[in-house]
């Protein structure tokens, strides 16, 4: 029995979701998001979306608490939206960014300039004395997701000195030195 998968979906107002063949979209006042289902039923019925399975298959059990995680996403996301945060943690790290294009020194020869997609909208903040943070914001939880990693990985977090890209709160297991 799924414990996430029987949940129901509550839909907040101005938000609008849609079901037709096997495609479930979801409108609200931040966007629009779209998402192909199979094997399993989705239903919206008094304000909330619903996610039943008609038989206790291996397939269809392994895809009831997935699909009701993805609609809960999608339908937060239309409404509140996502935010990540990535603190750039290193001597000399710098972030900074015009439009959309965002510009990292990270200790390389050159610095990454890296284009991000017109849904997530990024922003840099650079205090004095506090290391570099860059804001990615979308109603998207899988692209914002998805663009955080790309740029964790440009240098990620180290277990000596713990410089690197990490996500804001992370915690970086740290190792001990060698000891002469």
């Known amino acids: 029995m799924s414990r996430i998968g029987n949940n129901p979906v509550a ?21 629009e998001l779209t998402q192909e289902f ?32 993805l609609m809960n996403n999608m339908v937060e996301g239309v409404s509140k939206g ?22 990292l020194a990270l200790g390389f020869s050159h610095n990454i300039v890296l284009n991000i997609a017109p849904e997530v909208k990024v922003e840099t903040v650079s205090e004095k004395g506090k290391n570099p943070l860059v804001k990615l914001t979308s109603f ?30 992370e915690e970086i297991r740290r190792k001990a030195g060698k000891s002469a």
């Open 140 to 169: 998207d939880k899988q692209l914002v997701g998805q663009v955080a990693a790309k740029i964790r990985g440009f240098r990620k977090p180290e277990p000596y000195k713990g410089k690197g890209i990490k996500f804001v709160g």
């Open 38 to 69: 199979d094997t399993v039923e989705i239903k919206v019925e008094d304000g909330n979306v619903l996610v039943t399975r008609s038989s206790d298959s291996k397939e269809q059990k392994a895809k009831h608490g997935l699909y009701r995680s």
């Open 11 to 31: 839909i907040p107002e101005g938000v609008t979701v849609e079901v037709k063949d096997n495609v479930v979209t979801v409108k609200g006042k931040l966007g």
């Open 82 to 103: 996502w935010t990540k945060e990535l603190e750039l943690v290193g001597v000399g790290y710098r972030a900074s960014n015009q439009g959309q294009k965002l510009d």
